[in-house]
């Protein structure tokens, strides 16, 4: 499935194989859990939730800094 | 999509497994928040809160206010802003924190190192010979310092910071890997030391993960900033920050763990038979305040970057 992924605020088109998590596209962009939050399609999710193609995955770092 | 246990979508994952929307994420927040104010705040308190415009702190200082306010007689309550003039990062926390603190009627208080030291953070920087002393050692010195003085002046008797579970893993961590344990045996929620110059320091977020209050931020702070600090990747504390999130995947539950065995098991032994690491609290020969050393840190500091004395 191709998907529309930003990052680090910039942007680019990723392939996964046809059924896949949000935990599987952080692990094929070498993404730690803990340092991002996914954000579908304009929502907050978890990295359990399932993707499909064409969606659209920002992830936001958690920064840091009180 | 992942559900709640209300049936509401999910947007964190606990390390326990639990799933929760954003609405049981900020009640969850605040449970904790208000157990530990609980446990630890007298009526007889005045507090004040360290403040930065950041996620960790804007949660905490909502929260404080919220509970506060619910009280039959409020407690005085004060945000107190450090401005180290980090340039692109601290002009737009601030100018968040001060609408926050109008829009909630919360006194807020501004202190920038250019008055108290003569200098920005940005220009230390650029005179600051030695590249072995980081940016986070001269400005958490500092702004310690100046936190501390700040808040005794302002008659505070607890002062409350926003440092998350997070945190308080990387702290531990450098601690024990810089062979300072001495210091280790300084932290915990509570941090109260037998010296009348020193307000107790209290962290209501101990155990609360920087995840869960990066999605509490963006979910309830539409104009929160997030930018970071841009000295940060270079500090010993990014390095921590990566190991622990790293291990973290790997195992868990981890940092929690780590965190709850340190304050139930090694902090009460380390405060019953201090290490020798830790050094004894004395009076500053230069500036009076209390100090771990002849001459505090923060005086060694402002004498080697010819820096003017702190004057908050």
Same mark, same amino acid.
């Given at each position: ?66 | ?58 949660? +905490?200082? $909502?929260?404080?206010? %919220?509970?506060?306010?619910? =009280?039959?007689? @409020? !407690? ?113 929620? +509570?941090? $109260?030391?037998?010296? %009348?110059?020193?307000?107790? =320091?209290?962290? @209501? !977020? ?107």
């Amino acid at each position: 499935m191709k998907l529309e992924v930003e990052l680090e605020k910039k942007k680019q088109t990723v392939e996964l194989k046809a059924r896949g998590t949000i935990k599987d596209l952080m692990d094929h962009l070498n993404l730690i859990l803990d340092e991002y939050v996914p954000i579908l399609n304009g929502t907050v999710v978890t990295e359990l939730e399932n993707l499909k193609t064409g969606d659209k995955v920002k992830f936001v770092r958690v920064w840091s800094g009180g | 999509m992942d559900e709640c246990r209300c049936g509401r979508p999910a947007v964190y994952h606990g390390s326990g497994g639990r799933l929760t929307c954003g609405d049981h994420l900020s009640e969850w927040l605040r449970s904790q928040v208000f157990a530990e104010l609980k446990k630890f705040i007298k009526s007889s308190d005045s507090l004040a809160v360290a403040a930065s415009g950041g996620k960790d702190s804007t949660a +905490l200082l $909502e929260m404080v206010h %919220d509970w506060n306010c619910e =009280r039959n007689n @409020p !407690l005085p309550l004060k945000a107190i802003l450090i401005d180290e003039g980090i340039t692109g990062y601290r002009e737009f926390t601030r100018k968040f924190l001060e609408k926050f603190c109008e829009f909630h009627d919360i006194p807020l208080t501004v202190v920038t190192f250019r008055e108290s030291l003569g200098s920005n953070l940005d220009s230390i920087m650029k005179r600051r010979k030695d590249s072995q002393v980081s940016s986070c050692t001269i400005c958490g010195a500092f702004r310690r310092y100046l936190l501390n003085r700040v808040a005794r002046e302002a008659g505070a008797t607890k002062l409350l910071l926003a440092h998350n579970l997070d945190d308080e893993v990387q702290t531990l961590l450098m601690n024990l890997f810089t062979g300072n344990v001495g210091q280790a045996g300084r932290k915990g929620e +509570l941090s $109260e030391t037998p010296d %009348d110059l020193f307000v107790p =320091r209290f962290k @209501p !977020l101990i155990r609360v993960p920087e995840k869960a209050l990066t999605i509490h931020g963006l979910l309830h702070y539409p104009s929160l900033p997030d930018r970071e600090c841009p000295y940060l990747r270079e500090s010993l504390r990014y390095e921590m920050r990566l190991m622990a999130n790293e291990y973290e995947t790997l195992h868990p539950g981890f940092k929690l763990k780590l965190i709850n065995t340190y304050l139930r098991d090694i902090l009460p032994a380390l405060q019953k038979t201090p290490p020798k690491s830790g050094g004894n609290l004395q009076k500053c020969e230069c500036c009076g305040e209390p100090a771990s050393q002849l001459i505090c840190k923060t005086c060694q500091l402002r004498q080697t970057l010819g820096l003017k004395a702190p004057d908050a």
